[in-house]
């Protein structure tokens, strides 16, 4: 491995919001989704390089930028991109926000699945528009598949506008299957919905899965929808609030500039456009070794808790860092459940429940962090399980 992702970085020192300055330091942080590792050499190289020039005024916006995200989308996942397609922001959000400004209006419905990643909730909600959920229903092996009877229901509604959709999923850590994806396709194409397909975990599919992007599947489907990536969960660059959103029907594409420049959203930063541009043109062996070592961490935390710790159930991860506990066996609430992982276990998880009810008795542990970290967490979390009696 050229890379060493053993290595323990101190992250306190770096005004880093997972270790923020009042976190207690005998509970180690395996929530929010960034990485512990250290960037790509590459990435460091060219921030420094072009820290050393001292001005730092208003960048050109070359269409580097725009290259790079075709590039990675084409050799990745076998997409053809065209550069003309991708669109800037400061982080995959605003796109949501900026779908729902250009494609609805207030009152209008916006379908997810929850449990979702809370902004998907929220921004719905803080725009102006309804939220009709659909949620992800579990088999026998805690696998969530898709309500498409239920689906139906929520995209044949006259006021939804658009599907936000999570692909991977966050953090029920699905990776879509093509069969799946054409039928939320159909659907959404049937009853004239367009798709918010963010895939910003999409590089972080474990070795039996795979990532397809949506809009990959067909030209009717490319028509029809916004395909949002960045970086940085993968390459650990979410400092620097870049994102890209491919948004192949022109139409779309310029519904979708009207908003970004109503909202003044089109300055760029310097710093995040060369941390994109770099990761997405020259990190390829980078997002391979990740994944390498997530496998061994991801393998080590399903094999413990199997054996281990019973009482937790976790079903295949088929991609993302993020572990989704189901906790329903430890009989708690959802107060006692965070007081538990918080006080007893030690460790600093995100509180299922923010990813709607659905999520209740759940817990989200990060697991992009050294494997002595993931070893000494799960050591954590069975003694506490086995102080319960
Ligand atoms: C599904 C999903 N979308 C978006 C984001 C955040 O993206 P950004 O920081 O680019 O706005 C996250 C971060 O965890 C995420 O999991």
Redesign the pocket.
Known sequence: MRYNFDEIIDRRASECKKYEPAYPKDVIPMWI?DTDFAVPKEITDAIKKRAEHPCYGYPVESFEFEKAAARWEKVRFGWNVEPEWVKYSN????FLMYGIRAFAYPGDKVVIQPPV?P?FHAITKNNGCQLLTNPLIQNEKGKYQIDFEDLENKLKDPRTKLFFM?NPH?PTMRAFTREELIKIGELCLKYNVIVVS?E??CDLTYKRYKHIPFASISEEFAQNCMVLI?P??TFNI?GFRT?AAIIPNKKLRDNIQIIIENNKNYGRTIFGMLSFITAYTECDDYADELMEYLEINKDYVVNFIQEKIPRIKLAEPEATYLLWLDCRGLNMSQEELKKFFFEKAKLGLNDGSTFGVEGTGFMRMNIACPKSTVIEAMNQLERAVKELG
């Open positions: 989704a982080g995959v959000l605003p990643y902004p999570s966050n963010d910003i975990h960045n940085s969960k979410a994102g």
